[in-house]
């Protein structure tokens, strides 16, 4: 059983940036794929970003390509979500999420939300002026 919690979110002017921090209680990250994924309201969640179990392995959504960076310490057990240049459109609950797997460098972020075992509580993340 993995615990996550995500932290860091909040309100940014558009263009500004924020961090995501999502940390494992009480076990490693190293099993897993740790995706990121959104949801605005009205709309269906969205996969953002994923990092592979050795942490060298990353996608993104075309979305925030160029925009947001995934990164992974794993002697903090805590998987990062740097979002820079931020826009109204990014304006939604953030989530991270976890699935173990064997594969040390794959990740796919058009892996389906239902593979995902478990998940944080969700974050606020509103870019408005």
């Known amino acids: 059983q993995v615990q996550l919690v995500e932290s860091g979110g909040g309100l940014v002017q558009p263009g500004g940036s924020l961090s995501l921090s999502c940390s494992a209680s009480r076990s490693t990250l190293d099993d897993y794929v740790i995706g990121w994924f959104r949801q605005a309201p009205g709309k269906e969640r969205e996969g953002v970003s994923c990092?592979?179990?050795?942490?060298?392995?990353?996608q993104y959504a075309d979305s925030v390509k160029g925009r947001f960076t995934t990164s992974k310490d794993s002697a903090r057990s805590t998987v990062y979500l740097q979002m820079n240049s931020l826009r109204p459109e990014d304006t939604a609950v953030y989530f991270c999420?976890?699935?173990?797997?064997?594969?040390?460098?794959?990740?796919?972020?058009?892996?389906?939300?239902?593979?995902?075992?478990?998940w944080g509580q969700g974050i606020q993340v509103t870019v408005s002026s």
């Open positions: 990092i592979s179990r050795d942490g060298s392995g990353t």
């Open positions: 999420a976890a699935y173990p797997t064997t594969f040390q460098e794959l990740c796919l972020v058009t892996m389906p939300s239902d593979q995902y075992d478990f």
